[in-house]
C-alpha cells in the first residue's frame, strides 16, 4: 500500500525537509558543530516528547536520570518538544550517543562534547530514534 504522505513542517523548519520529508540539511550538535546526520538521512516526524533540560559533558549523562525524573514530576524541569528527526537505524547516524537507561528509555546526546539531550529512543521501539530538531543545528 502506498505511504501516507509525511506531515507538514511548521514554517521555520520548511527549508529542513525535502519533498518526501527528509532531512535537506546535514544534522549538527549546536555546542561543538559535530555532524550527528548526513542529508537525507532521516525523515521529518510530529511527536510529543519531554527532554530532560540540555546539559553539556560529564553533566548530561549524570543528570539525565535526575531531570528525566524531575522532568516526569508534576511541574518538572525539561521542554515539551514536537518536531523531531525521526532515524529508524541506528547506523544512520554519524557521531552521537546514549545515556544509560532512565526507564525504558535513552537519551541522545553528542558523541564528541556530550551536550544533550538531543533526543530521545525508547527500549521498547528499536527502530525509532528521535533528535528534537529545536537542539540541533543544521548546514
Known sequence: ????PPPAAAPGSAELVCAQGRNLKAVLCQR????????????FARRELLLPAMRKKAAAAAAAAAAA?????????????????????????????????????KFLVCADCEAGP??????????????????????
Open 1 to 4: 500500500p502506498p505511504r501516507p
Open 32 to 43: 561543538c558543530g559535530s555532524r550527528v546526520l548526513l542529508p537525507g538521512a532521516a525523515t
Open 69 to 105: 525524573a524531575a522532568a516526569a514530576a508534576p511541574g518538572g524541569g525539561g521542554d515539551v518538544v514536537r518536531e523531531h528527526w525521526l532515524v529508524r537505524d541506528m547506523f544512520s547516524f554519524e557521531n552521537v550517543g546514549f545515556t544509560r537507561d532512565v526507564g525504558n528509555v
Open 118 to 139: 538531543i533526543g530521545w529512543h525508547c527500549l521498547d521501539d528499536k527502530d525509532s530514534f528521535y533528535v528534537a530538531l529545536e537542539r540541533v543545528a543544521h548546514e
